[in-house]
């Protein structure tokens, strides 16, 4: 019979959320956690931590994942597609088990939740319920869960229409700037994020010795009926090319109000963020460092994608504006992935989700203060993205493309209004540190879309030859 750890190393090689496709993986080895089942019921449940060398030359050699596991005594009919392999389980009295990936299997997951409900504690797990001033969402013991299918690194579950359970698959010890962030603006009563409702922490062994321990997993109240921002956007600009001969304002799907509203809620959020988690100030000095940055991303992205190398001096000068600028920057606790795709728009208005940071960045960086310019240059450049991603199906049609730069640029120009309305600064006022983080944005998607989409690659060059211009 294959070891039960080659049964696992095929399985996670064929999960979306496996990391590790890009290099030869070996799984090493896999820990497990208390039982969250009680002895003697079927199907046991625990968590299985799962470990496995990162690519060569990565800063965590070792990196962990988590695999909740649901253990049956026979094969279960309707689970053949999280089946992770039968092998004789030593801590089960050596008795032969079907062992499934326990988020798939309804009879596993109301363990979950009912730990995330009561606020269990046990040998190295802690689940947590988050205590709102004005709780409004109670999810029925009974729920049936079901798994969503649109998330890339982490798996998410719904419990009935009432809670949704994100479970974080790459596990990194520290606090989760997600469970983190949300967690604070939902205590101060925000009503712009989803409502946190609990999370859970967990402990498990460090590869070479000791203890890491860090979140596994937030449960948020389901936004029932929402749309993400960027399928609303992107209808937009489908009713915008479907009447050529009109100008966005014209069209009825007119996006701008939405846009301004978005503008609105995301300078809220910042707003309650800097008041929740404390503010800090760069000195001219630090930004002197953070443009040094900037000009090094540039030069390993112009390596990697020579069309690049063209627009190399005008986004140059915008690092280097960056540097001469001497004025200090508030900085504090932001999205730091902030996107249409990163938004719902529920019958309440605009709510922001997934305050996890850029997934490739250590936990570390996504858990420092930035400025909320950053977050403000990714819907910019999100909004044109929607307006160009749909271009593919135009080609060579200028009065399409001609529309396409109109949409974008009203859209943005009414974000940023809408953040103006409420925060009293407007983000074009900062222009050279707003310039400074578009250009980085521009050198990020490049980068990006040369690896994963390069039908899309025009996309960001074509950011970059507007940004170096000016």
């Given at each position: 019979?294959?070891?039960?750890?080659?049964?696992?190393?095929?399985?996670?090689?064929?999960?979306?959320?496996?990391?590790?496709?890009?290099?030869?993986?070996?799984?090493?080895?896999?820990?497990?956690?208390?039982?969250?089942s009680d002895e003697g019921v079927w199907p046991a449940v625990r968590i299985g931590f799962v470990y496995c060398?990162?690519?060569?030359?990565?800063?965590?050699?070792?990196?962990?994942?988590?695999?909740?596991?649901?253990?049956?005594?026979?094969?279960?009919?309707?689970?053949?597609?999280?089946?992770?392999?039968?092998?004789?389980?030593?801590d089960l009295d050596d008795t032969?088990?079907?062992?499934?990936?326990?988020?798939?299997?309804?009879?596993?997951?109301?363990?979950w939740l009912d730990a995330l409900t009561h606020g269990r504690q046990l040998a190295g797990l802690e689940f947590h319920p988050v205590h709102a001033p004005e709780r409004t969402t109670v999810v029925p013991e009974d729920a049936q869960s079901l798994v969503l299918t649109v998330e890339q690194s982490n798996t998410s579950l719904v419990f009935g229409d009432t809670a949704l359970l994100k479970?974080?698959?790459?596990?990194?010890?520290?606090?989760?700037?997600?469970?983190?962030?949300?967690?604070?603006?939902?205590?101060?009563?925000?009503?712009?994020?989803?409502?946190?409702?609990?999370?859970?922490?967990?402990?498990?062994?460090?590869?070479?010795?000791?203890?890491?321990?860090?979140?596994?997993?937030?449960?948020?109240?389901?936004?029932?009926?929402?749309?993400?921002?960027?399928s609303y956007a992107t209808t937009s600009v489908r009713d915008l090319y479907a009447e050529a001969d009109l100008h966005a304002e014209e069209v009825g799907g007119d996006f701008a109000g939405e846009s301004q509203r978005?503008?609105?809620?995301?300078?809220?959020?910042?707003?309650?963020?800097?008041?929740?988690?404390?503010t800090d100030i760069w000195e001219p000095a630090q930004m002197v460092e953070h443009a040094d940055a900037m000009r090094r991303r540039l030069e390993k992205?112009?390596?990697?994608?020579?069309?690049?190398?063209?627009?190399?001096?005008?986004?140059?000068?915008?690092?280097?504006?960056?540097?001469?600028?001497?004025?200090?920057?508030?900085?504090?606790?932001?999205?730091?992935?902030?996107?249409l795709g990163q938004v719902?728009?529920?019958?309440?208005?605009?709510?922001?989700?997934?305050?996890?940071?850029?997934?490739?960045k250590s936990l570390v960086e996504r858990r420092a203060l930035d400025t909320p310019i950053k977050d403000i240059a990714g819907m910019l450049r999100s909004f044109d993205y929607a307006a160009r991603s749909l271009l593919a199906d135009h080609q060579g049609d200028q009065q399409i493309a001609y529309r396409a730069a109109e949409w974008a640029n009203r859209n943005r120009r009414a974000f940023?209004?809408?953040?103006?309305?409420?925060s009293g600064t407007d983000p074009r006022d900062q222009n050279v540190l707003l310039s400074a983080f578009l250009a980085d944005k521009v050198i990020y998607e490049t980068l990006y879309e040369a690896r994963n989409r390069p039908s899309w690659l025009p996309i960001p060059l074509a950011a970059a030859a507007q940004l170096s211009a000016t």
């Open positions: 019979m294959t070891s039960h750890l080659d049964q696992v190393q095929s399985f996670c090689a064929n999960q979306r959320w496996f990391g590790e496709k890009g290099h030869d993986v070996h799984v090493d080895a896999m820990a497990t956690s208390a039982w969250l060398a990162g690519p060569p030359g990565a800063e965590n050699a070792i990196r962990v994942y988590q695999l909740p596991l649901s253990y049956h005594q026979a094969p279960v009919d309707n689970l053949g597609h999280a089946l992770i392999g039968d092998w004789a389980e030593q032969r088990v079907w062992v499934y990936d326990a988020l798939h299997d309804k009879e596993a997951t109301p363990y479970v974080f698959r790459r596990l990194e010890p520290g606090s989760n700037p997600g469970v983190e962030i949300e967690s604070a603006l939902t205590e101060a009563g925000s009503d712009l994020v989803p409502e946190v409702l609990g999370s859970a922490r967990g402990s498990w062994p460090r590869a070479g010795g000791g203890t890491d321990s860090g979140e596994l997993a937030m449960m948020t109240a389901f936004q029932k009926n929402a749309t993400d921002g960027w978005l503008g609105a809620a995301t300078a809220q959020v910042h707003a309650e963020l800097a008041k929740a988690l404390g992205a112009i390596k990697a994608v020579p069309e690049l190398a063209e627009f190399g001096p005008g986004l140059t000068r915008a690092f280097d504006a960056l540097a001469d600028s001497g004025v200090p920057v508030t900085v504090q606790r932001i999205h730091g992935d902030f996107h719902l728009r529920t019958i309440d208005g605009w709510k922001l989700i997934d305050f996890e940071g850029e997934p490739a940023c209004d809408g953040y103006a309305e409420i």
